[in-house]
């Protein structure tokens, strides 16, 4: 059996392409939309890593999920500096969740609670993307909207206390082939991270019907 970074990469590979090109990220990349857009997808993001973090503090002391637990992933506190500069100090009072978000918020928040295995899988298709994409994105939202760089609006994609993050994507993948269940609970892992993809395109989905580009 290949190590299970490969499988896990390899199994969600075709739901990556769909998700990256979706027309809202198409749109997003192209230089497209208008600020609102991305900031009604930073808000979005706020509903997912709210869960993520919220159960991550639970998760700490897991035997499966808790190697995986390290602060220095934490994007809360990133993203609600950014939410701040985007829609300004009264953000919190505006803040909703499409109804898409709230489905993906609350998958994770089940998944947090009942299945530390199954909570990886999210853990994995949110920050490892993060780490890689996201740079992407944070370069395009710098030069499309003006940021500061790595300033405030482009917190979210800044890992300030990981100096290395290829490095740090080496080791993660080195947790993840070392992760203490058997093969079938490596396929049901690897099954909810295809999940994790598609709550993902459904968000962009919505945010597209939210932000259709007139032709
Ligand atoms: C336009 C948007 C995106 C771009 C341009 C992009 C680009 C990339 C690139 C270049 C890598 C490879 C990095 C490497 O090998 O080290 C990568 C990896 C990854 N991306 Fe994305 N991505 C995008 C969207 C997403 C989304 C929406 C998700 C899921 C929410 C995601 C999840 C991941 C994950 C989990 C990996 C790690 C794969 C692995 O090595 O195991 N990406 N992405």
New binding site residues.
């Given amino acids: 059996m290949d190590p299970f970074?490969t499988l896990?990469?390899t199994a969600?590979h075709e739901r990556?392409v769909e998700?990256?090109t979706s027309p809202f990220?198409t749109a997003l990349?192209g230089g497209r939309l208008g600020v609102d857009a991305y900031a009604r997808y930073t808000e979005q993001l706020w509903f997912v890593y709210e869960a993520l973090e919220s159960g991550a503090r639970d998760l700490a002391s897991d035997r499966v999920a808790g190697p995986f637990i390290r602060p220095e992933l934490f994007r809360l506190a990133a993203l609600e500096r950014d939410l701040g500069h985007l829609r300004g100090p009264d953000w919190r009072a505006t803040l909703t969740a499409l109804p898409a978000t709230r489905v993906y918020a609350d998958r994770v928040a089940t998944v947090a609670r009942a299945w530390p295995a199954g909570y990886i899988a999210h853990h994995?298709?949110?920050y490892?993307?993060d780490l890689?994409?996201g740079q992407?994105?944070r370069d395009k939202a710098e030069r499309t909207w003006g940021f500061a760089r790595k300033g405030d609006g482009v917190r979210f994609y800044v890992f300030e206390d990981i100096a290395n993050p290829?490095a740090f994507?080496r080791e993660y993948?080195a947790l993840l082939d070392g992760v203490a269940v058997d093969d079938l609970e490596k396929q049901r892992v690897v099954a909810e991270c295809r999940r994790?993809?598609s709550l993902?395109s459904d968000v962009f989905r919505a945010l597209g019907e939210e932000f259709p580009l007139s032709a």
């Fill in positions: 970074s896990i990469r969600s990556h998700a990256e990220m990349l994995y298709t949110r490892l993307g890689s994409g992407i994105i290829a994507k993948r994790a993809f993902n």
